[in-house]
């Protein structure tokens, strides 16, 4: 999917670069989700699990940039990538009203709007697919608190439901319903 750079002012006043991933960003991209794995428990992976070489990363790149199903965008604050989120459109026409959202970010960017930014272009990019229903999967490790409790409820997600993992935490898969067809509730 085609997508327009955006310029964020992030809340301690720099500024951000949302953009489309490209296959340059292979070796960043890299060492930046092998930090993520690293600083938080609430992805999907481990660490030791994200084993790909540049070559392998850059073609992954390459394909998500020209599929007309993804939209994978990545954020840089001071030229360093800070987080990346993807909108996964469902190819098949029975579930081709609902999408896949996922997002990252690392530790150090947290709580700057990055991720409400993030969000919001992938909501918009939803609306302009006129996707119903959008989904974020979620793993959840303490307290029974699911980790996307701050994409609730501002953002319009709501908790659809738990289901069981392989590891001792649940996981939660957090929805986002269109209202009578109109587009996403707000």
């Known amino acids: ?11 301690d006043g720099r ?35 994200f084993a790909v070489t540049a070559e392998q990363e850059a073609t992954y790149l390459e394909r998500q ?26 190819r098949w026409r029975k579930t081709r009203h609902r ?24 909501i918009e990019k939803a609306r302009q697919e006129k996707l119903e229903q959008l989904e974020l999967e979620v793993i959840d490790h303490y307290n029974g608190t699911a980790a996307g409790d701050w994409a609730l409820p501002q953002d319009g997600f709501c908790v659809h439901r ?4 392989r ?4 996981g939660w898969k957090l929805l986002k319903r269109a209202d ?3 587009g996403f509730i707000s």
């Not at 999917?1 to 992030?10: A, D, R, V």
């Open 65 to 90: 940039l020209v599929s007309p199903d993804v939209l994978m965008l990545v954020c840089e604050v001071e030229g360093k990538l800070a987080g990346n989120c993807q909108l996964d459109l469902n």
């Open 15 to 49: 500024t951000a670069l949302l953009r489309a991933v490209c296959k340059e960003d292979a070796i960043p991209m890299i060492a930046y989700m092998k930090a993520c794995y690293e600083q938080t428990p609430y992805l999907m992976r481990y660490p030791d699990e």
């Open 162 to 165: 738990r289901k069981a993992q």
């Open 99 to 122: 999408g896949q959202v996922a997002i990252a970010l690392l530790k150090d960017y947290w709580g700057l709007g990055i991720g409400t930014a993030m969000f919001e272009e992938m």
């Open 167 to 170: 590891h001792p935490a649940g």
């Open 180 to 182: 009578d067809g109109q």
């Open 1 to 11: 999917m085609e997508y327009q750079n955006k310029t964020i002012t992030l809340k």
